[in-house]
């Protein structure tokens, strides 16, 4: 019972046995016992029951980790691209800011000038603070995504090292996954002072997640899951300067599945043999 057969992240044994705060046990071969669209992670993280549809976590936004370096590293000479689709992400939609051909050069615009807004239908991209559109300018790294190369630019704010600046927001509506990841791109530019060290997405109620990055030339995407959201809440999106300002490329969109159930077939063992 060390195993974790429903690939939910938790061991079978913890699941049979409840090894958790709140003594909570679970189905191991189930990803989500009470096929309630939330995991028995999450619930066991939220300190809700697995075992309960009626009892479901809140919202809930954790750090999912980094696709490092999509582009080599530094901010030499020539264009390079950020393959998403190759990593599997923006399946459900996706944003790119300020997409201006190279050589156009433009800056201080509104925030969504340029943009490419391939979001999904539960998203509804947002003005957040005095962020800007700044994009066209050369050695940018492109993004492929839905088998198409953009280039890209960033929705931006000019500020000293570690000024943390609301960049965009995103609202939600239409039929929202239990759970889904937000992806940012970061570090896409030509200068890594403009760039974010750090990623913050704030829900309601001040509920928030971040991560921290060390911007080096080489395309970044922070990933963050959110679950439990609801149609009408707005989740804003932070960065943190790295120097010149902080800067924000790109965003996908990503429904988390939960692993389907095992089928497992019993054996009855008698005197004579198996049965």
């Known amino acids: 019972l060390n195993a974790d057969t429903d690939g939910d992240g938790l061991s079978d044994a913890d699941e049979v046995q409840g090894n958790n705060p709140q003594n909570f046990t ?163 530019s030509d200068n890594t002072g403009w760039a974010a060290n750090n990623i913050r997405i704030e829900g309601p109620g001040a509920i928030s997640a971040d991560q921290d990055l060390v911007p080096d030339g080489g395309t970044d995407l922070l990933q963050f899951n959110i679950s439990g959201a609801e149609a009408g809440e707005i989740f804003t999106v932070y960065g943190t300067s790295n120097g010149n300002g902080s800067l924000i490329g790109a965003a996908t969109f990503d429904t988390n599945v939960i692993p389907e159930p095992f089928s497992i077939t019993r054996v009855e063992r008698t005197n004579d043999g198996l049965e």
């Open 26 to 188: 679970s189905n191991p071969t189930l990803g989500d016992t009470d096929s309630d669209q939330f995991d028995d992670a999450a619930e066991i993280a939220s300190l809700t029951d697995p075992r309960d549809p009626d009892d479901f976590p809140s919202l809930l936004i954790t750090a999912a980790g980094i696709l490092a370096n999509l582009t080599p590293v530094g901010n030499g000479v020539g264009t390079d691209i950020a393959d998403l689709d190759a990593q599997g992400v923006g399946t459900d939609g996706f944003i790119v800011f300020a997409s201006f051909d190279e050589g156009l050069n433009k800056g201080g615009l509104a925030w969504n000038e340029g943009i490419i807004d391939n979001s999904p239908a539960y998203i509804t991209p947002l003005a957040a603070g005095t962020a800007v559109a700044s994009g066209g300018w050369a050695n940018y790294d492109d993004v492929t995504v839905g088998d198409t190369t953009y280039n890209t630019g960033g929705i931006t704010f000019g500020s000293a090292t570690g000024t943390e600046a609301a960049l965009f927001a995103f609202e939600l509506s239409d039929a929202i996954p239990g759970s889904f990841t937000v992806g940012l791109l970061t570090d896409n």
